[in-house]
């Protein structure tokens, strides 16, 4: 998912006053569902950025997607986004909020791709690993990626760590034939 500057911006404010107010948690779950609902439903950002619906009628709608009563730090949140014409914002926003909880917190989040899931224990051995790695606090983000053949491709801070089978077999026709564009077939198609 892309973030941009202004969604981090947006983020790392609200993230401020949440833990001024000691909600920090509370307002990441509301984040993480309006966020899922605006990546689910692309038409719900099409229909917040309509300037002919009303302000109150557009908070109604974002606020349907919460379970309950929204953190009024949530409510304002959306409020700011709906009349600065940003709603584009929520498809990101929870993301951000997380990335500025870690860096508060000094911690760093890996993406793990691998081709199966990892069971309990390999996701503690990896996440310890990579943590002695960096140096700090780790939170993993799995991703199934049958394309890798086998093996895993973790990205850690701006560092690519790859032992998939693919990229394995990238690199030896690359040491090979001395093309690193070189196209990798699988069962000699």
């Known amino acids: 998912m892309i973030v941009t500057r202004t969604v981090t911006k947006y983020a790392e404010a609200l993230y401020e006053l949440a833990a001024e107010r000691g909600r920090t948690e509370a307002v990441g779950q509301q984040l ?4 899922t609902a605006a990546s689910d439903n692309p038409e719900l950002i099409r ?3 309509h300037p002919s619906i009303d302000g109150d ?34 498809v990101s926003a929870a993301t951000a909020y997380q990335m500025a909880a870690d ?3 000094g911690v760093i989040p890996a993406r793990v791709e691998t081709v199966v899931p990892l ?7 990896l996440q310890a690993a990579l943590a002695r790695l960096a140096g700090r606090q780790v939170r993993l983000e799995v991703e199934i990626r049958p394309e890798l053949i086998g093996g895993v491709r973790v990205r850690l801070g701006d560092r690519l760590l790859d032992g998939s089978l693919k990229g394995r077999l990238q690199r030896m026709a ?3 034939g001395g093309n690193p564009k070189a196209q990798l077939t699988v069962g000699g198609h």
Request: aromatic share 4%; no cysteine; glycine share 6%.
């Open 32 to 35: 993480e569902r309006l966020q």
């Open 47 to 49: 229909l917040l950025g």
């Open 57 to 90: 009628d557009k908070l109604r709608v974002v606020m349907s997607a919460l379970d309950g009563e929204p953190d009024k730090l949530v409510r304002d949140f959306v409020r700011l986004l709906l009349e600065r014409g940003q709603p584009e914002v929520l």
């Open 103 to 105: 860096e508060r917190a």
């Open 119 to 125: 069971d309990p224990s390999q996701r503690q051995r």
């Open 174 to 176: 690359w040491a090979v």
